[in-house]
């Protein structure tokens, strides 16, 4: 079955993507337990009909597509845009299924797939979803990342890669949407879920939803910090930071400020990136 399903009404709502595995039935369930609307994206048809059963009457959407290319993403964006829904937030987790193995034994075709299925996909995402999300600085976009991103994963040393090359593109991208108002982050497994589907496992479904939680709670924290500033400019006209010197510490202040501008955007110690 193809479509967009609805089981009540929802406006502005939660976007999900990989909705249909572990980690994406967790943010799903930890959105609608907090009161939020969603809309759940996932190439899998049985795994959205599943959600619809777990959740009678919850304020969800599920949306079978893919965004395995450009142009799918690009098709996706065009469908959600149909709904005439207001997005107040993305979550993003896209995983490939990948076998144990020496990353020196196999073929090349082994870690062009992995890039292909855990990191490019992001990218045709992020590409066209942006648009949707208001530019205001109170919105965000959190990616889920595997683990092995900063050490290499034994036996999975093209994962480790993949999650690594991620992990830069979330810095990328941060730094790219920033200057519109957007917010990217990166939430990070340090150790994959285990056991068996959280329908049956009730201990993978708990961690599945308390990672939900994290990724709802980093997407609060920017639309708070957003709303405190907006208060504190109402409050308090603004102001240089070195309105207050002297003459000639105004000087050497500014001079110094102007010397700091040069450093890139990311300099080390400054990360975009949260592990849990």
């Not at 299924?97 to 045709?124: K, S, W, Y």
């Not at 409050?235 to 500014?254: I, M, N, S």
């Not at 010397?259 to 975009?272: A, K, N, Q």
Request: charged share 20%.
């Amino acid at each position: 079955m193809t479509g967009i399903i609805e089981n009540g009404t929802i406006r502005p709502a939660l976007l999900v993507l990989g909705a249909g595995g572990e980690i994406g039935r967790g943010v799903v369930q930890a959105a609608l337990d907090d009161g939020r609307a969603v809309v759940a994206v996932s190439h899998d048809a049985d795994a959205l009909q599943a959600l619809r059963v777990a959740h009678p009457g919850a304020s969800l959407r599920t949306v079978e597509a893919s965004v395995a290319s450009d142009g799918d993403a690009a098709e996706l964006a065009a469908r959600l845009r149909a709904l005439h829904i207001g997005f107040d937030g993305v979550v993003a987790s896209l995983v490939g299924q990948h076998a144990c193995g020496r990353l020196i034994d196999q073929p090349a075709n082994v870690l062009r797939r992995t890039l292909d299925e855990d990191l490019m996909p992001h990218l045709f995402a992020a590409r066209h979803l942006f648009p949707l999300l208001p530019q205001d600085g109170a919105h965000g976009y959190v990616l889920i990342g595997g683990p092995g991103g900063n050490y290499p994963w034994a036996g999975y040393g093209h994962c480790s890669i993949a999650a690594a090359a991620l992990r830069m593109m979330v810095r990328v991208l941060h730094d790219e949407a920033e200057r519109h108002g957007l917010r990217v982050q990166l939430l990070t497994l340090d150790a994959p879920l285990g056991g068996k589907p959280p329908a049956q496992d009730a201990a993978v479904h708990a961690k599945a939803t308390a990672f939900g939680r994290r990724a709802l709670a980093m997407l609060d924290i920017g639309r708070e910090a957003m709303a405190d500033r907006r208060i504190r400019e109402q409050r308090v006209p603004a102001r240089h930071p070195t309105d207050h010197l002297p003459a000639r510490e105004l000087r050497d202040a500014r001079a110094l400020l102007a010397s700091l501008s040069v450093l890139p955007p990311t300099s080390p110690g400054i990360l975009h990136d949260e592990a849990f």
